[in-house]
């Protein structure tokens, strides 16, 4: 498995890269169009996600935050409510009078109407007096309350301390068969005048109160709110879309589990769905304010606009396709026909021709393409013409060469014939023309060095000198250095006997040949001069024309243009001979030639 994983990403290349140009640039224009827009849309998602919930955490924080500080001031007020017997000189008289009178029944109902009047949640107000009689007064539509049934509860709650104690929220009866849900507030009271306790107060507060509070909570959060006392028990639990308010209450131990600090928020799974949870404790009573809202009705806008950018993405990435497709098809369009017309070139079709429409690349190399084409053809016929000039070389090198060792063993005869007439002149050139007959026949092919080659030219400048005495003189002046350098044969003797006969034969007077030699960088560089009649500037050019192109050279003698295409074919079209002349002063012929020769045969 670990050896897959490492191969696919080769693999993966593999197929990218083996696939045509044309969809290689279509895949390059999908990725660089939909990776960016496809992460942007995703970052803007995730940054509309955290600011929606920052919001919606804020939002529910602020109005639970309120709906607390309304109950706890509701719960103030009527803390303060079950104080005012302390300062009413007639309900203090009452609550220790034994007897019940009319005075008594009517100065407690008064009371006790003022006390269920000022809030319009009160259900219900008791008076317990010193000795266990309940008077009360009681909310419209409730035509009996059962007082007696609770008292000894009330005495419990009130057993210790003076101050005011809740009951959270509990039912009771009322009328023949109802009930209500209320929760209430207790407080001794006390005497003024010796601080004993001489009653119990009692505030019955309808449920009811808390869904005026939190209904406007509900509206903005869109969720629903829970109110737990400080003892944990629920004391009021909004309905849920349904219509109930069993899922809070059902769940209410794993909200409290997660309720740390006096305000914050969590999240939280119930039933398969995910809810955001944002509560606020009550620093007076230690009730608890807990608002949930599931999570879909938060992110629901979310997901519209995540939708929507989905949406936009994709056609965004259809567009880029339609313009990838059209791009790479007007890109890959030239180059599918350069392939196409190299395919032909391939087979062996030189006449095509490419029309390049634009200056950019792909027009540069068409024009390339065009270059080469002409340049393929022009070697092509450089390389027919050579082989033409090869055969003809060939067949003049044939002509020359009929019976050779005939007349070298006819001259070796001539020369021992000479010596034996004692006529040692005769002899001498007999033997130099031998030893040049020699030099040229024998191992034609072979390679020379310099050193043989200056050796060939003196001989036969001496032999030369046996036919014109004292008409001319050799000068050589080359480095030790260059004479082991490899060398074709009959390099410089063609130079010279050109020298000889066409430059200081018609020229009045004895006449120097000087041959000097020189490297420069991979080359080496050999002069032959002379200070014979040399030539006019319309010859010279004609002639460097000539040597340059590799025409026939009938007209200025056959042993300069034979070294010439000699020197080209075994070294390469740069190298070959040069000539500088100027009449009246001589000639020079520049000879260059590779150190390491067969390097640039091929051009």
């Given at each position: 498995m670990l050896s897959y994983i490492r191969r696919f990403p080769r693999t993966l290349w593999l197929f990218l890269a083996n696939l045509p140009m044309e969809r290689k640039l279509i895949v390059v224009f999908i990725f660089l169009i939909s990776l960016p827009i496809t992460y942007v849309s995703y970052l803007s998602s995730r940054s509309t996600f955290h600011s929606v919930l920052v919001n919606a955490?804020?939002?529910?924080?602020?109005?639970?935050?309120?709906?607390?500080?309304?109950?706890?001031?509701?719960?103030?007020?009527?803390?303060?409510?079950?104080?005012?017997?302390?300062?009413?000189?007639?309900v203090q008289f009452y609550l220790e009078q034994q007897d019940t009178d009319w005075d008594k029944n009517t100065g407690m109902s008064m009371f006790l109407s003022y006390l269920s009047h000022t809030k319009e949640e009160i259900v219900?107000?008791?008076?317990?007096?010193?000795?266990?009689?309940?008077?009360?007064?009681?909310?419209?539509?409730?035509?009996?309350?059962?007082?007696?049934?609770?008292?000894?509860?009330?005495?419990?709650?009130t057993r210790e301390g003076v101050t005011p104690v809740i009951q959270g929220r509990h039912t009771i009866r009322v009328n023949a068969g109802d009930s209500r849900e209320v929760f209430s507030v207790l407080r001794n009271v006390s005497s003024v005048s010796s601080l004993q306790k001489i009653g119990i107060i009692v505030f019955d507060i309808s449920i009811s109160l808390f869904k005026g509070i939190v209904d406007p909570v509900n509206a903005v959060t869109l969720g629903s709110t829970m109110i737990v006392d400080d003892r944990g028990g629920?004391?009021?639990?909004?309905?849920?879309?349904?219509?109930?308010?069993?899922?809070?209450?059902?769940?209410?131990?794993?909200?409290?589990?997660?309720?740390?600090?006096?305000?914050?928020?969590?999240?939280?799974?119930?039933?398969?769905?995910?809810?955001?949870?944002?509560?606020?404790?009550?620093?007076?009573?230690?009730?608890?304010?807990?608002?949930?809202?599931?999570?879909?009705?938060?992110?629901?806008?979310?997901?519209?606009?995540?939708n929507a950018q989905m949406?936009?993405?994709?056609?965004?990435?259809?567009?880029?396709?339609?313009?990838?497709?059209?791009?790479?098809?007007?890109?890959?369009?030239?180059?599918?026909?350069?392939?196409?017309?190299?395919?032909?070139?391939?087979?062996?079709?030189?006449?095509?021709?490419?029309?390049?429409?634009?200056?950019?690349?792909?027009?540069?190399?068409?024009?390339?393409?065009?270059?080469?084409?002409?340049?393929?053809?022009?070697?092509?016929?450089?390389?027919?013409?050579?082989?033409?000039?090869?055969?003809?070389?060939?067949?003049?090198?044939?002509?020359?060469?009929?019976?050779?060792?005939?007349?070298?063993?006819?001259?070796?005869?001539?020369?021992?014939?000479?010596?034996?007439?004692?006529?040692p002149r005769v002899a001498k050139l007999t033997y130099l023309l031998g030893i040049q007959m020699r030099y040229g026949v024998v191992r034609s092919e072979e390679l020379v060095t310099i050193r043989q080659e200056l050796d060939h030219t003196r001989n036969y400048l001496d032999m030369l000198q046996i036919?014109?005495?004292?008409?001319?003189?050799?000068?050589?002046?080359?480095?030790?250095?260059?004479?082991?350098?490899?060398?074709?044969?009959?390099?410089?003797?063609?130079i010279v006997e050109n020298a000889v006969f066409h430059g200081l034969e018609p020229k009045e007077g004895p006449g120097t040949i000087r041959i000097t030699g020189r490297a420069e960088g991979n080359q080496a560089v050999f002069c032959v001069e002379d200070d014979g009649v040399g030539m006019n500037k319309h010859t010279l050019h004609t002639l460097n024309d000539s040597l340059a192109c590799g025409a026939d050279g009938e007209r200025f003698g056959i042993g300069l243009s034979n070294v010439n295409e000699r020197l080209r074919m075994d070294y390469g079209s740069p190298f070959g001979?040069?000539?500088?002349?100027e009449a009246g002063r001589g000639t020079r012929v520049i000879l260059r030639i590779e150190i390491f020769p067969g390097l640039h045969k091929e051009e």
């Amino acid at each position: 498995m670990l050896s897959y994983i490492r191969r696919f990403p080769r693999t993966l290349w593999l197929f990218l890269a083996n696939l045509p140009m044309e969809r290689k640039l279509i895949v390059v224009f999908i990725f660089l169009i939909s990776l960016p827009i496809t992460y942007v849309s995703y970052l803007s998602s995730r940054s509309t996600f955290h600011s929606v919930l920052v919001n919606a955490t804020s939002s529910a924080g602020q109005v639970a935050g309120s709906a607390s500080d309304t109950i706890d001031r509701y719960v103030a007020d009527l803390k303060r409510y079950t104080a005012l017997p302390l300062y009413n000189t007639d309900v203090q008289f009452y609550l220790e009078q034994q007897d019940t009178d009319w005075d008594k029944n009517t100065g407690m109902s008064m009371f006790l109407s003022y006390l269920s009047h000022t809030k319009e949640e009160i259900v219900a107000v008791y008076l317990v007096d010193k000795y266990g009689s309940v008077y009360y007064d009681k909310a419209s539509g409730i035509s009996e309350l059962f007082p007696a049934e609770r008292l000894a509860q009330w005495q419990s709650l009130t057993r210790e301390g003076v101050t005011p104690v809740i009951q959270g929220r509990h039912t009771i009866r009322v009328n023949a068969g109802d009930s209500r849900e209320v929760f209430s507030v207790l407080r001794n009271v006390s005497s003024v005048s010796s601080l004993q306790k001489i009653g119990i107060i009692v505030f019955d507060i309808s449920i009811s109160l808390f869904k005026g509070i939190v209904d406007p909570v509900n509206a903005v959060t869109l969720g629903s709110t829970m109110i737990v006392d400080d003892r944990g028990g629920v004391m009021y639990a909004s309905p849920q879309a349904d219509g109930s308010s069993r899922l809070l209450e059902d769940y209410t131990d794993q909200f409290l589990q997660k309720v740390k600090g006096p305000e914050g928020h969590f999240q939280l799974s119930l039933e398969g769905k995910e809810y955001l949870a944002v509560y606020t404790v009550s620093r007076r009573t230690g009730w608890i304010t807990l608002v949930s809202i599931p999570l879909e009705r938060i992110l629901s806008p979310v997901a519209k606009t995540r939708n929507a950018q989905m949406l936009t993405t994709l056609v965004i990435i259809a567009f880029a396709l339609i313009v990838a497709t059209f791009i790479s098809h007007a890109l890959t369009k030239p180059l599918k026909s350069l392939v196409r017309l190299m395919k032909q070139v391939q087979h062996g079709n030189l006449d095509v021709w490419v029309n390049p429409r634009f200056n950019d690349e792909i027009g540069m190399l068409s024009s390339h393409f065009n270059r080469m084409i002409i340049r393929v053809k022009g070697l092509l016929e450089e390389v027919t013409l050579t082989e033409k000039r090869k055969q003809k070389a060939d067949m003049r090198a044939l002509q020359n060469q009929i019976n050779p060792h005939f007349i070298y063993n006819t001259l070796e005869s001539i020369r021992m014939l000479a010596e034996g007439s004692d006529d040692p002149r005769v002899a001498k050139l007999t033997y130099l023309l031998g030893i040049q007959m020699r030099y040229g026949v024998v191992r034609s092919e072979e390679l020379v060095t310099i050193r043989q080659e200056l050796d060939h030219t003196r001989n036969y400048l001496d032999m030369l000198q046996i036919r014109f005495p004292d008409k001319f003189s050799l000068e050589i002046e080359v480095p030790d250095n260059l004479l082991p350098l490899p060398v074709i044969k009959l390099v410089f003797q063609p130079i010279v006997e050109n020298a000889v006969f066409h430059g200081l034969e018609p020229k009045e007077g004895p006449g120097t040949i000087r041959i000097t030699g020189r490297a420069e960088g991979n080359q080496a560089v050999f002069c032959v001069e002379d200070d014979g009649v040399g030539m006019n500037k319309h010859t010279l050019h004609t002639l460097n024309d000539s040597l340059a192109c590799g025409a026939d050279g009938e007209r200025f003698g056959i042993g300069l243009s034979n070294v010439n295409e000699r020197l080209r074919m075994d070294y390469g079209s740069p190298f070959g001979l040069r000539v500088e002349s100027e009449a009246g002063r001589g000639t020079r012929v520049i000879l260059r030639i590779e150190i390491f020769p067969g390097l640039h045969k091929e051009e």
